[in-house]
């Protein structure tokens, strides 16, 4: 009986060992495949998937699945890369004909001290004049060069902090009004609110608001109104700029937020898309997001909004993933 138990025993033994021994082979089995399945990967290859529910090929699909993402993550990157190189290119250019005109009418404006006194006036309220366009373009190319390198999400350092949404609001409008005067443009401020606190980065926040701001003058008809208010909710504060501009297409109402996008319709108006862009960046980092109501020929209305508070705006990262801007 004791033979037969030893026996068993041994028999149990051995399958044990098999088994184990199986299990081994199987593993490296499995895990050179999937070695080999990765070095492919590397190479760019994408693999052969059987469609079959196991491991192997849902490894086989996910690996397809990551070299694809890579992919279109790489062409767009390049893509981005040569809009860049394009701008600056573009901007270096530009900025050479300002400069280059300036120092010609500073030239003829030292000239001009040399006539009669009525001549001396008349020529320097001329040559003033010309160097003040000039000097407005030198400002636009330099404001845009400024953009494009903002546009790089790494130069977009935020702090937040509790700030006054209003103040926000009026401090940007006091940069864009200059611009309004000149169209015969009206900014009408909704009543100020008690209770319109947010937690946000103030510089950054500002630049933002200054984006939309610039955009309704630009694209609004001479003599026209636009409107902007402060909305508080529980969760955010909503900064409201309203216009009765060219309007946007629907179906270009989430595209207007990509970097360098510009419509068909304003290629003749200057500017290189990149103002609704960081608009974007600088909400979405806040855990903000932006909304456009609009339809062509009747205006835009945009809407901002800014976490409340702190604490919050982890929950609204989490809503503010599920918007298309």
Known sequence: MQGLLVALLSVLAGICLFALYDSRRRLTVTMQTLLERLDRAM??????????????????ERLNRILQIAELNRERAEQERDAVKMLVSDISHQVRTP??????????????????EQEREQEALLL??????QAERLDFFIKEL??????????????????????????ACQTVEVAAMRKGIEFCLGEAEADDLCFADRKWTIEAIENVLENAVKYSPEASAVSLRVIPYESFVC?????????????????????????????????FGIGLYLVREVLSRQGG?????SKPGNGTRMQMFLARRKHEIGTA?????????
């Open 239 to 271: 900064v409201e700029v309203a216009d009765q501009g060219i309007g946007i297409r629907e179906e270009e109402q989430g595209l207007v937020f990509g970097r360098f996008y510009r419509s068909g319709e304003v290629k003749g108006e200057p500017g």
């Open 317 to 325: 990262m989490e809503i503010c993933q599920n918007c298309h801007f």
């Open 43 to 60: 190479g760019g290859e994408l693999q052969e998937v059987s469609y079959e529910e196991s491991i192997d090929s849902a490894i086989a």
């Open 99 to 116: 400069l280059t005109n300036m120092m010609l009418y500073t030239g003829l404006l030292k000239e001009a001290v040399k006539g009669t």
């Open 146 to 171: 400024m953009k494009s390198a903002y546009a790089e999400q790494e130069m977009i350092a935020l702090h937040p902090e509790m700030v006054s949404a209003w103040e926000l609001v009026r401090t």
């Open 289 to 293: 997001y932006a909304k456009i109501s």
């Open 128 to 133: 003033a004049e010309k160097l003040e366009q």
